[in-house]
């Protein structure tokens, strides 16, 4: 029985979610996130045109704070929790890409 | 161990120190640690420090908040300023968060005093806590059994009489599964009741925080210290605190209660039987009993099992290896991320940011989340329909009682259909609580879950404490 | 500028403000230019584990206060997550609003009639800054970046135009006209230079009447003379490349404003999967009609309305003097020339004078009051100052504050008045009229001894144009 998904996208989605999968792994990944949604084939076949998403359960709307400052957190805080910090920022090793 | 509403008043009149009662509790608690792996983390001097204090206060005759002097276990996935937090995983191995989650300044200012964190599966995702980067914790009735998870170390330190009390987080059962596997009373509230605030999150829109504890009244006691607005969370109820405690001998007379069919099928034998049992019990008590059929239930495992993966493949991308916890090095930082993520989180743990982030994926979006997110909106409706007909609902909580290591981890879904009667409360933002009744394979205890709409955690109380009685152990 | 050969280029522009609010959009750090590094940051903008993010009301109101100047539809509106991994990024996803935005639907008259229309402009939050050791400074061939978080979460409205734009000057118009509106609504500080306003382009070319073009992404021009520059170059590239036979990649491009052209930073293969679903840790924004209503009355005049009004204060305005109003309502100096005019100024000389005099002394504009200038014009006006003397006086209010009138009596400004300098030339005309007759003919350099002579008459009071105006008359 052929999987939902082709082992092409499992590993499409692990490079998506910063995800290093051995051949091994993407096998076995194929294989059980394929049950999964098999599994779920039971609401595709469902018509459910005019349902609309909830978004929250209880209907809570329009939660909005004062533009007030309130204390930041300390830097030596902040930066003593960097796995590598320098000049009062956080270092990372170099990025290849621009921003989106 | 005496129940926490009990040692609560010893210490107010100063029949005992809240020295005394934190001593004991770390005491238990290393009598059994290394064998039951329940705690990741305990500090003796801090608790004791803490219990001195408190001790202090009562001396000068201040009057203290309603847990003052109770030990009290904290789940490994909320944060405590300055004391580790894992969620059980290696990506955050050593972690101290800066803050406190909004749940621990309410546990601290009522007095009670945390002695440590507890052992969960990493990042809340599992049901028998054999997920955890830190080892299994052990069922204490049962150490060759799981505990249930995710809330496993939770429910084994009440279990175990380590604390009184201790608290743990429900996503699609993972407070009330492992309650009932060890034999103990555990509730997920209504969605937004508790702050989520300093909750590492696993799924956004289903977590909730919730109390553990041995007896109905305890339980009651805590999700009071626990619940009320929070401003610094957006999708918390805007009511304060309700009153629960003065509630929990309102008894059932003239309720209605549903028992509802999709929530008992499929289950063991000895199972079905506790539930039947609970029924007869609360018929006896005077409530009204209506069999009901929620078709619509059936969809929940299929719909939650593309919801929460969702939520928390994109919940844990921030787990990156920049600016806290784990890094492995590498030339490049998209490379670092990689490497980070690949050796800190386990295999759960990447089953579900896949399956997440394949749900959301152009293309696939509408297929698999947008329709899950639909049938969220028709369990809600049906679970509604519902509580028009009757004010409470009964089931089992699992489908069996705790189950030896190792038999269902070498099949996901094997897992996932632990959940399958804890999900749709999930699923619909409700409450439910699940109380021990009767016993099963081997003498193992059972869980029996009472479900009801928004708000409605007094009554479920009420009728958790009926069956507490007749199950005799309070 | 004209593209040859009958090309058309096809803009459009997306306009990124950060907002005036005191704190970010979620969270309760201080949304502060210039910082220390890591000083303005909590759990929830660092993205600890967690934290929560809480709508701040501020920045909705100044959002809505956009919608309306951009004359958009206001609707209920949901915050989404963008997902997508990079350092700058906290949570390694952007809370920003997807396809229910809170203002749509709107547009922009420019100055030279056109329309340009707003497909939107909705709220998210920025990111964190990062800077590149190694290499040039630029992130290409760096070993190390550092990060600074003090701008992560700090709220922005983005803005984002209908494909309308067909020039480069009309971008620039649009973006100039834009960033007058958002500083008259409040919302924004327009500081290009501080990156508190970011244009990102986006240009394709056709030949009139087909199909639009591939288009390319410019992104982070941070003035309004490198967005006209990178999109004049851009599209001239796309010409040449198609009219050599080459196919237009999609692709973000980066402007160098040194060498003057744009260059590849990303080509768009596949399209970047951002994973857009709600954020369920926001609930569903839907600002009642009661507050829409309170947000729309307070808000001030626009510039093209206040253009329109200062205009038609003058008598038939010349081009020269439209452009003078432009700058007076640009630099928020009406105030002064309104009650210049209002006590009776000449429309035309209070605004050269604020466009002129006072443009260049922005940073001490609070030490001159209104009553100051409208005097000094007065006293310009009534020929009791030369316009020399006049624009002295304004500097040195600039500069120190003060009386008009005692500046210029310590300065010994005392005009002769137009008649008696009229005289004097008169009588110096006849007294010298070899020179006077070498300067009719054309001796400009005779002008130089007859304003000697004057000054030495008037002991230096007289005013050098004057007399040049007054010779020049006389001629």
């Known amino acids: ?100 | 161990m005496r129940s926490a509403l009990a040692i609560a008043a010893d210490v107010r009149e100063g029949v005992l120190s809240a020295a005394t009662t934190t001593a004991t509790a770390l005491g238990a608690i290393h009598a059994r640690n290394e064998e039951l792996n329940v705690f990741l983390h305990v500090d003796d001097e801090a608790a004791l420090a803490l219990a001195a204090s408190i001790d202090d206060r009562i001396a000068r005759g201040e009057v203290l908040g309603p847990l003052a002097g109770v030990p009290i276990a904290i789940k490994d996935n909320l944060c405590q300023t300055g004391v580790p937090t894992t969620c059980s995983s290696k990506i955050l191995d050593g972690w101290r968060p800066p803050y406190n989650a909004t749940v621990i300044d309410r546990l601290l200012a009522a007095g009670a005093v945390p002695v440590g964190k507890t052992n969960l599966d990493e990042f809340a995702m599992g049901s028998s806590t054999e997920n955890s980067a830190f080892g299994p914790t052990r069922n204490p009735l049962d150490p060759t059994r799981v505990p249930g998870g995710s809330s496993g170390g939770s429910a084994a330190a009440v279990a175990a009489d380590m604390t009184p009390l201790s608290i743990g987080s429900d996503t699609g059962g993972s407070i009330r599964q492992p309650a009932a596997l060890c034999g103990i009373v555990g509730m997920k509230p209504t969605y937004g009741l508790v702050s989520r605030y300093g909750l590492i999150a696993f799924a956004s829109s289903l977590d909730q925080i919730g109390p553990f504890a041995k007896t109905v009244a305890d339980a009651a006691l805590l999700l009071e210290v626990l619940a009320g607005h929070d401003p610094m969370d957006s999708t918390s109820l805007r009511e304060p605190s309700p009153s629960l405690l003065s509630h929990v001998d309102d008894g059932v007379a003239g309720k209605r209660i549903g028992i509802v069919k999709e929530l008992y099928e499929g289950a063991d034998e000895s199972v079905i039987e506790a539930v039947m049992g609970a029924v007869a019990v609360l018929r006896e008590a005077g409530a009204t009993i209506v069999e009901l059929s929620i078709p619509e239930l059936r969809l929940g495992l299929s719909a939650y099992y593309l919801i929460a993966p969702a939520e928390a493949s994109s919940n844990l991308a921030r787990f990156d290896g920049v600016r806290f916890g784990l890094r492995v090095d590498a030339p490049d930082v998209t490379a670092m991320m990689e490497a980070t993520r690949t050796a800190g989180f386990g295999a759960e743990v990447k089953r579900r940011i896949m399956l997440g982030t394949y749900a959301l994926s152009a293309g696939y979006f509408d297929a698999y989340y947008g329709q899950a997110l639909k049938v969220r909106t028709l369990t809600i409706d049906a679970f509604a329909r519902a509580y028009r007909e009757v004010d409470v609902l009964i089931g089992a909580t699992t489908p069996g009682v705790a189950f030896e290591f190792g038999t269902k981890t070498k099949d996901p879904m094997a897992m996932y259909l632990n959940d399958v009667f804890t999900i749709p409360t999930n699923l619909a933002g409700d409450p439910a609580v699940s109380v021990p009744f009767g016993t099963g394979e081997a003498g193992l205890p059972i869980g029996v879950q009472l479900l009801g709409p928004g708000r409605s955690e007094a009554q479920l109380f009420a009728a958790a404490r009926v069956l507490e009685i007749a199950d005799g152990r309070s | 500028m004209n593209l040859p050969n009958g090309w058309e280029m096809v803009v459009g522009l997306e306009v990124h403000t950060e907002l005036l609010t005191r704190s970010k959009l979620f969270c309760g750090c201080a949304n502060h230019f210039g910082a220390e590094p890591n000083t303005n940051v909590c759990p929830v903008c660092l993205g600890l584990p967690g934290s929560l993010p809480v709508l701040n009301e501020d920045a909705v109101e100044l959002a809505m206060r956009i919608g309306m100047a951009l004359h958009c539809t206001i609707a209920p509106s949901t915050f989404h997550r963008k997902n997508y991994f990079y350092p700058d990024q906290s949570k390694d996803y952007q809370i920003t609003q997807y396809d229910l935005p809170i203002n749509s639907a709107g547009y922009l008259d420019l100055p030279d009639g056109s329309r340009v229309s707003i497909e939107r402009a909705h709220m998210e939050e920025d990111t964190g800054k990062s800077t590149h050791l190694g290499g040039s400074g630029r992130l290409a061939g760096a070993d190390r970046s550092l990060v600074d978080y003090n701008r992560c979460g700090v709220p922005l409205v983005e803005i984002v135009s209908g494909p309308d734009i067909r020039s480069s000057a009309q971008a620039r118009d649009y973006a100039s006209e834009l960033r007058g509106i958002l500083i008259a609504t409040g919302a924004s500080d327009g500081r290009l230079e501080e990156g508190s306003m970011r244009f990102d382009a986006n240009v394709s070319v056709r030949k009139a009447n087909d199909p639009l073009g591939t288009r390319c992404e410019i992104k982070n021009l941070n003035s309004l003379r490198s967005l006209q520059r990178a999109i004049e170059f851009e599209a001239l590239r796309q010409v040449e490349l198609l009219e050599d036979g080459g196919t237009v990649r999609q692709e973000t491009r980066h402007w160098d404003e040194g060498l003057g052209e744009t260059s590849t930073l990303r080509v768009k293969e596949d399209a970047d999967d951002y994973r857009y679903f709600r954020d369920p840790d926001l609930v569903e924004l839907s600002p009642d009609q009661a507050w829409q209503d309170r947000v729309r009355a307070a808000l001030p005049p626009m510039p093209a309305e206040r253009r329109a009004k200062l205009t038609a204060r003058l008598v038939n305005p010349v081009p020269a003097q439209l452009d003078a109003v432009e700058v007076v309502i640009d630099l928020g100096l009406e105030p002064y020339v309104n009650a210049a005019i209002d006590a009776g100024a000449d429309p035309a000389l209070a605004i050269a004078r604020a466009a002129n005099e006072l443009a260049g002394g922005l940073d001490d504009i609070a030490k001159l009051t209104s009553a100051a200038f409208t005097t000094t014009v007065l006293l310009e006006q009534a020929g009791e100052l030369s316009s020399t003397q006049a624009k002295t006086v304004l500097s040195e209010l600039l500069a120190n504050g003060g009386d008009p009138k005692a500046i210029a009596a310590a300065k010994g400004f005392e005009q002769l008045s137009s008649d008696s300098l009229g005289a004097t030339v008169a009588s110096l005309i006849e007294a010298n009229p070899d020179e006077w007759s070498r300067y009719r003919d054309g001796d400009e350099k005779l002008a130089q001894f007859f304003i000697g002579q004057v000054m030495k008459l008037t002991k230096g009071q007289a005013n050098g144009k004057a007399v040049i105006a007054e010779l020049q008359t006389r001629r």
């Open chain 1, 1 to 100: 029985m052929s999987s939902p998904l082709t082992r092409d996208e499992v590993a499409y989605v692990a490079k998506l979610a910063r995800l290093r999968l051995s051949d091994e792994e993407l096998t076995t990944f194929t294989s059980q996130l394929g049950q999964v949604l098999e599994h779920a084939a039971d609401m595709s076949t469902l018509d459910l045109a005019g349902v609309v998403a909830t978004a929250h359960p209880f209907g809570l709307v329009n939660v909005l704070r004062d533009d007030v400052i309130r204390p930041s957190l300390d830097r030596d805080v902040v930066l003593a929790m960097a796995p590598e910090a320098d000049d009062g920022r956080f270092a990372v090793p170099s990025i290849l890409g621009e921003a989106p």
